[in-house]
């Protein structure tokens, strides 16, 4: 059972990382709209881009937690 903590733990803090990464990017895209360097629609269209790659690595991660939890679990 511990071990599943540790797993479900560390699943949560890559899904944590990840969405530091998506704030990060989304800000360095407001960034550059600030200065004028993209237009507001490429900015949407960059947060939208990015919101779908961070539901799908989250969900990745998700799926290989649960996956995980069960494999652990059988032992």
Same mark, same amino acid.
């Given at each position: 059972?511990?071990? &599943?903590? *540790?797993?479900? %733990?560390?699943? #949560?803090? %890559? +899904? &944590?990382?990840? !969405? *530091?990464? !998506? !704030?990060?990017? $989304?800000?360095?895209?407001?960034?550059?709209?600030? *200065?004028?360097? $993209? %237009?507001? =629609?490429?900015? +949407? =269209?960059?947060? @939208?881009? /990015?919101?779908?790659?961070? =539901? %799908?690595? &989250?969900?990745?991660?998700? @799926?290989? @937690? =649960? #996956?995980?939890?069960?494999? /652990?679990?059988?032992?």
């Amino acid at each position: 059972k511990q071990l &599943v903590k *540790n797993a479900k %733990s560390t699943a #949560e803090q %890559s +899904k &944590v990382a990840i !969405r *530091n990464i !998506r !704030r990060e990017a $989304i800000d360095e895209l407001k960034k550059l709209q600030k *200065n004028g360097d $993209i %237009s507001e =629609d490429e900015l +949407k =269209d960059g947060e @939208s881009k /990015i919101q779908k790659m961070t =539901d %799908s690595h &989250v969900e990745q991660i998700t @799926s290989l @937690s =649960d #996956e995980k939890e069960k494999e /652990i679990m059988e032992i």
